[in-house]
Structure formats: structure tokens, C-alpha cells
């Protein structure tokens, strides 16, 4: 601590033992269970310590009036191979909200999830619905009247209408869903068959 500071200046270095709201950032071992993350980017933990010893080095990140203390425990370990420690103790919540802080200090503001659109989120919802009432053995008539209502699928000849082949085409997509294709919502870009 430089001795120019006061007291309620100075960041008093607490060992994550003490100061459960430190976040521990420790070199990553073996993938668990052999996960791999290839398309993910590393989070720049890597500060200048404010303190360091033979246990660790300790940084304080800030912006403005929020701060965390980040103790690395061998502060020459790259950030693309550190991993964050959460100690299985009764301060848990206290040390996952202290992450949590952390890591909205280190990373901008999130862009929204563009993976899938508004339009196809509530395509995929129709598509779910029309499958629950295929699979509680309802007619594609019956489907179609409880998502549009009885009034509109009236208004036309049902073998012909535009709403049956709707409904026809909601139930055949949410087939290929249900059988592996949700997998394809969890990559960057929908991959089209």
C-alpha cells in the first residue's frame, strides 16, 4: 500500500479466506469430462496486482463505485488458460455475486442474443404448441381453432384452408426439431437443411 494514501483510500488486500467476495482465478486443469469451448474468447482477467506474494497475486478491479478483488494464484497463467474457483463453502452466494460483479466490470455490455429472431422465437413457440396438441391426439382442425380461434378457421373451407397447411407445415418442422434440430438453435448461425 503506498503510504501517500489514507485509510479510506487505500484497497486493503483480503485473502479470498477472509474476504469471500474476492474471486479466485486459478490455472485450468483437465476439461471436465472432456468439454471443449473452441468458439468461446477468453475474458481479460489479467490486471497489474496490487499486491502479491508467494500465495498469489491480488488485483483490484474497478469501475466506477463498484470493485472486485481478483486473487490469481499463479499470476503467470495467460487468461485463456484460467479458470474462476468457486469454493463449494457456505459463502457461495457471496462468491458467485462477486463473479458475477466481475464479470459485467470485464466484459461490455452483452449484444443481444441474435441467434434466433423474434419472428423465429415465436415460430418455434407455435411450432411447440401445435406439437403438444398433436401429442394429446387433437386434430389439426382442433390445433388450429385453440392457437387462431374458431372464428377465423371458419371463415374458410377447412380442406382447402390456408390455415390447415399452416398448421400442416408448424407440425412437420416441429417434428425435425424435436428430433435433433433444437441443436442447431445453440450454434452461432441456424444452420438451414
Given at each position: 500500500m503506498p503510504p501517500s494514501l489514507s485509510a479510506l483510500e487505500a484497497t486493503l488486500p483480503w485473502t479470498p479466506q477472509i474476504n469471500p467476495g474476492s474471486v479466485i482465478v486459478a490455472p485450468a486443469g483437465k476439461p471436465i469430462g472432456g468439454l471443449h469451448y473452441p468458439g468461446a474468447k477468453p475474458i481479460k482477467i489479467l490486471h497489474?496486482?496490487?499486491?502479491?506474494?508467494?500465495?498469489?497475486?491480488?488485483?483490484?478491479?474497478?469501475?466506477?463505485?463498484?470493485?472486485?478483488?481478483?486473487?490469481?494464484?499463479?499470476?503467470?497463467?495467460?487468461?485463456?488458460n484460467a479458470t474462476f474457483l468457486i469454493p463449494a463453502d457456505s459463502h457461495v452466494a457471496i462468491r458467485l455475486d462477486a463473479l458475477s460483479r466481475l464479470?459485467?466490470?470485464?466484459?461490455?455490455?452483452?449484444?443481444?442474443?441474435?441467434?434466433?429472431?423474434?419472428?423465429?422465437?415465436?415460430?418455434?413457440?407455435?411450432?411447440?404448441?401445435?406439437?403438444?396438441?398433436?401429442?394429446?391426439?387433437?386434430?389439426?382442425?382442433?390445433?388450429?381453432?385453440?392457437?387462431?380461434?374458431?372464428?377465423?378457421?371458419?371463415?374458410?373451407?377447412?380442406?382447402?384452408?390456408?390455415?390447415?397447411?399452416?398448421?400442416?407445415?408448424?407440425?412437420?418442422?416441429?417434428?425435425?426439431?424435436?428430433?435433433?434440430?433444437y441443436l442447431h438453435l445453440l450454434s452461432p448461425i441456424i444452420k438451414r437443411r
Amino acid at each position: 500500500m503506498p503510504p501517500s494514501l489514507s485509510a479510506l483510500e487505500a484497497t486493503l488486500p483480503w485473502t479470498p479466506q477472509i474476504n469471500p467476495g474476492s474471486v479466485i482465478v486459478a490455472p485450468a486443469g483437465k476439461p471436465i469430462g472432456g468439454l471443449h469451448y473452441p468458439g468461446a474468447k477468453p475474458i481479460k482477467i489479467l490486471h497489474p496486482p496490487t499486491f502479491s506474494d508467494h500465495m498469489g497475486a491480488l488485483s483490484v478491479i474497478r469501475h466506477g463505485t463498484d470493485e472486485v478483488q481478483v486473487f490469481r494464484l499463479d499470476p503467470t497463467v495467460p487468461d485463456e488458460n484460467a479458470t474462476f474457483l468457486i469454493p463449494a463453502d457456505s459463502h457461495v452466494a457471496i462468491r458467485l455475486d462477486a463473479l458475477s460483479r466481475l464479470i459485467r466490470l470485464l466484459t461490455p455490455t452483452p449484444a443481444p442474443d441474435t441467434r434466433l429472431t423474434k419472428l423465429q422465437r415465436r415460430r418455434i413457440a407455435a411450432m411447440l404448441r401445435a406439437s403438444d396438441g398433436r401429442a394429446e391426439d387433437a386434430s389439426q382442425k382442433s390445433i388450429a381453432e385453440a392457437m387462431f380461434g374458431r372464428r377465423r378457421v371458419s371463415q374458410e373451407y377447412w380442406p382447402h384452408a390456408s390455415l390447415r397447411f399452416h398448421i400442416h407445415r408448424l407440425l412437420t418442422d416441429a417434428a425435425r426439431l424435436i428430433d435433433g434440430g433444437y441443436l442447431h438453435l445453440l450454434s452461432p448461425i441456424i444452420k438451414r437443411r
